[in-house]
């Protein structure tokens, strides 16, 4: 079945360590993208990649670093430099048609990710 | 700068129907998205609109007017696990999604 993993689904981490949360998909999708959901607030977007190697800071990037050395996966970290990093993190694809249908993001299940 | 707004909340009765509205003011338009997201749950692409009109799809259904920034979402004989957060998004010109805060539907026997 082709989707999207996240692991681990709750994360708990004490102030000042870095965290990393997992993202693999294998629906063979150019884009991948982070977000960060905080209650009553909508999806914020962290980063962005459109392709291997390369990757675009989104509108909240500040203390956070990724990667995308494949083209199925793209690891986030959350740094000890992110001041509020307790939230809900979702990871999504999508096909990159630019302005298509096929442009539509499948998201992971998200990881909840509380900071002690 | 880019906005989209939605209710808060809204409460229906179970076999009612209930319209979700979105208006928004993005930086270029190249499409509408609704999805659905329960509680603790990734959201769930509902629907997709980029001309006027309404989009049918089973109980649920879009509408989109481009030239009055508004969509809304219409829900059919609800049901109870139609319970849930809706979320709307629009692309703007450099085909970022931009995200509403969500609408929580609460659903009444």
């Known amino acids: 079945d082709g989707g999207i993993t996240q692991s681990p689904k709750y994360l708990f981490r004490k102030e000042g360590q870095n965290v990393t949360l997992s993202c693999e998909q294998n629906l063979n999708h150019d884009a991948m993208y982070w977000y960060r959901q905080d209650p009553g607030q909508g999806l914020r977007l962290i980063y962005y990649?459109?392709?291997?190697?390369?990757?675009q800071k989104g509108d909240i990037a500040e203390g956070y670093s990724v990667s995308r050395e494949k083209k199925e996966s793209f690891p986030l970290t959350v740094t000890s430099a992110q001041k509020n990093p307790t939230a809900f993190y979702l990871c999504?694809?999508?096909?990159?048609?630019?302005?298509?249908?096929?442009?539509?993001?499948?998201f992971g299940p998200g990881t909840r990710l509380t900071v002690l | 700068g880019q906005n989209i707004d939605q209710p808060t909340e809204m409460t229906a009765t179970e076999g009612a129907i209930v319209q979700i509205n979105c208006t928004y003011q993005?930086?270029?338009?190249?499409?509408l998205f609704w999805y659905q997201q329960h509680a603790g749950e990734a959201p769930t692409f509902l629907s997709y609109?980029?001309l006027d009109g309404l989009e049918e799809k089973g109980r649920f259904s879009s509408f989109l007017s481009r030239s009055k920034g508004y969509s809304y979402l219409l829900l059919k004989e609800l049901q109870m696990k139609d319970s849930a957060s809706y979320l709307c998004?629009?692309?703007?010109?450099?085909?970022?999604?931009?995200w509403g805060a969500g609408t929580k539907l609460i659903i009444k026997p």
């Open positions: 990649s459109q392709i291997v190697n390369d990757f």
């Open positions: 999504a694809s999508s096909p990159l048609g630019q302005g298509t249908f096929t442009d539509t993001q499948y």
């Open positions: 609109n980029v």
């Open positions: 998004a629009v692309m703007d010109s450099n085909y970022q999604l931009i």
């Open positions: 993005t930086s270029g338009f190249n499409g």
